[in-house]
């Protein structure tokens, strides 16, 4: 089983999930515990499985911008006035 959340995908799932797990066990109805449950436990272990069939993978999307950065330079502008 490959690791295919990126860090803020696992932490986002922890706080939802824990947010249902806490009204879905006061007050709401027993499908938002279960959706919680998964969530915490996706978020535990950082591998989803919804993300398998469509090829998702939140890690590589924090990867590909830091490369696009690293290749991106901004040369300085040279001043006109002297």
Known sequence: MKCNEAWWDRVVRLGLGTTLLAVGGTTGPWPLMVIGALQV????????????????????????????????SVKPRRSTAR
């Open 41 to 72: 436990i996706t978020g535990a272990i950082g591998y989803c499985v919804l993300y398998e069939p469509f090829g998702l993978d939140t890690r590589r999307l924090g990867r590909d911008s830091t490369d696009l950065a690293q290749r991106v």
